[in-house]
T-cell receptor
Framework: EPEVTQTPSHQVTQMGQEVILRCVPI?????FYWYRQILGQKVEFLVS????????KSEIFDDQFSVERPDGSNFTLKIRSTKLEDSAMYFC?????????????FGQGTRLTVV | DAKTTQPNSMESNEEEPVHLPCNHSTISGTDYIHWYRQLPSQGPEYVIHGLTSNVNNRMASLAIAEDRKSSTLILHRATLRDAAVYYC?????????????FGGGTRVLVKP
């Protein structure tokens, strides 16, 4: 069964450092998303991406965050200068598109720990 | 985003059905009802979705009230693997690009 893959599974970084979280969405999917989940809290939407541009972003997704689809397969989330409060699980998701294909497939997540 | 209300937790015995309620009294005519679940230490996983009619798939059934102000996810025979947090989410329209807004969900405990 096709799946969304995320790397690394766990990233530890020092406060102020840049991190890049990587995702490989399902190959024929057109819509891509990043969500995060702080330990013990809800899953929160960060950003959606379609046709090589951001289609929607939340208040969390400020200037420190950026997304990119550098090639035909990868979808990345960059945090320029990490803060302690960025520590969370980050989930990538993708959907195929179309009226009957709204099912979102999520990756297993990257646990980001900022120290 | 239209809001959903779910019980914080539910318990079930293994191999018995589980009925998970969701209230969404402010649902609009174009809102789809989605259910996702999150197993421990994993990403959310799609379960089922519907608009007006009841829906069945290999994982579960979704029963939607006639006025659409509530719905129930039915797991026909709970297994230990079904222990997870179940989220009821409304999504405007059918467009796949719409984000999912997760609430607190219902934590399901399955007892052997």
């Amino acid at each position: 069964e096709p799946e969304v893959t995320q790397t690394p599974s766990h990233q530890v970084t020092q406060m102020g450092q840049e991190v890049i979280l990587r995702c490989v969405p399902i190959s024929n999917h057109l819509y891509f998303y990043w969500y995060r989940q702080i330990l013990g809290q809800k899953v929160e939407f960060l950003v959606s991406f379609y046709n090589n541009e951001i289609s929607e972003k939340s208040e969390i997704f400020d200037d420190q965050f950026s997304v990119e689809r550098p090639d035909g397969s990868n979808f990345t989330l960059k945090i320029r200068s990490t803060k302690l409060e960025d520590s969370a699980m980050y989930f990538c998701a993708s959907t195929k598109g179309g009226q009957r294909n709204t099912e979102a497939f999520f990756g297993q997540g990257t646990r980001l720990t900022v120290v | 985003d239209a809001k959903t209300t779910q019980p914080n937790s539910m318990e079930s015995n293994e191999e018995e059905p589980v009925h998970l309620p969701c209230n969404h009294s402010t649902i609009s005519g174009t809102d789809y009802i989605h259910w996702y679940r999150q197993l421990p230490s994993q990403g959310p996983e799609y379960v089922i979705h519907g608009l007006t009619s009841n829906v069945n798939n290999r994982m579960a059934s979704l029963a939607i009230a006639e006025d659409r102000k509530s719905s129930t996810l039915i797991l026909h025979r709970a297994t230990l693997r079904d222990a997870a947090v179940y989220y009821c989410i409304l999504s405007y329209g059918w467009a796949a690009g719409n984000k999912l807004t997760f609430g607190g969900g219902t934590r399901v405990l399955v007892k052997p």
